[in-house]
């Protein structure tokens, strides 16, 4: 046992590589129990998921569950955080289609208004004053965490200045798993081990942007182990993550 499932990996229909199946092949390849499908978020200029292509995302899903019973493939969305008050690019009518609800800050997103602050379309670190940027970006975590049902916080930090330790907490307090991401982790170690002395729970996810690196976290791992993250604070090392929706229907029994 180690890596149970891989929660962050993206298909053609973003800008992923291969299919839905390569990602679910290479997933039993890699031993997994479960994985998700998470293209980028609606309002992505460049390459955002349709909205119109969400049946088909999740009646190709149902088809490889028949023929892959091993695998429990999730269909998820990788959005987007659009503004400082608490806004993503998922609607409530998304809601239902959607098993699990992965979010971050990226680079070239539309924002909800136009009011909202212009860094929001630009690397968020070229800021004049970094220290207002960094309050504002902390704030956006903070708000999209509160108002939304997010299950996994995406590669916190990653081009996006904020205090970490804030970031953390909240993920903790709203139930959200913080991610160490299988690309890149951006932030310091100092700044990982301010997280997990707050105590909120981690998942590793590859972000895998080809089949082929579907379940591959061996540098997130490395940076868990290097930093003293315990691994039974990680929610997939071991055993399986419970997302929010899970949570739910768990308590209405
Ligand atoms: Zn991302
Ligand atoms: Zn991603």
């Known amino acids: 046992m180690a890596l149970m499932g891989d929660y962050h990996t993206h298909t053609v229909y973003s800008h992923g590589k291969g299919s839905i199946e390569h990602n679910v092949l290479c997933a039993i390849r890699r031993g997994?129990?479960?994985?998700?499908?998470?293209?980028?978020?609606?309002?992505?200029?460049?390459?955002?998921?349709?909205?119109?292509?969400?049946?088909?995302?999740?009646?190709?899903?149902?088809?490889?569950?028949v023929k892959y019973p091993q695998v429990r493939a999730l269909l998820g969305v990788e959005a987007n955080i659009l503004d400082t008050r608490g806004h993503i690019d998922v609607r409530e009518s998304d809601k239902p289609c959607l098993d699990i609800i992965v979010c971050g800050y990226h680079k070239f997103v539309a924002t909800s208004s136009f009011a909202a602050p212009l860094t929001y379309f630009l690397p968020n670190n070229l800021g004049a004053s970094s220290a207002k940027v960094r309050v504002r970006n902390t704030e956006a975590y903070i708000k999209a965490l509160e108002h939304n049902e997010i299950d996994i916080l995406s590669h916190p930090g990653n081009f996006c200045k904020c205090d970490i330790r804030e970031v953390a907490r909240a993920c903790k307090h709203f139930g959200t798993y913080f991610e160490l991401n299988g690309k890149r982790i951006l932030i310091s170690d100092d700044e990982l081990a301010a997280a997990a002395e707050e105590g909120c729970a981690f998942i590793l996810d590859s972000d895998a942007h080809r089949p082929r690196d579907v379940g591959d976290v061996r540098t997130a791992l490395a940076t868990a182990e290097r930093v003293g993250i315990p691994k039974e604070s990680i929610a997939n090392y071991n055993r399986l993550p419970t997302f929010k929706r899970m949570r739910r229907e768990d308590a209405r029994g």
């Open 32 to 65: 997994l129990k479960e994985v998700a499908i998470t293209d980028h978020g609606f309002n992505h200029v460049t390459y955002g998921v349709r909205r119109r292509k969400i049946g088909r995302m999740r009646a190709e899903l149902t088809m490889l569950a």
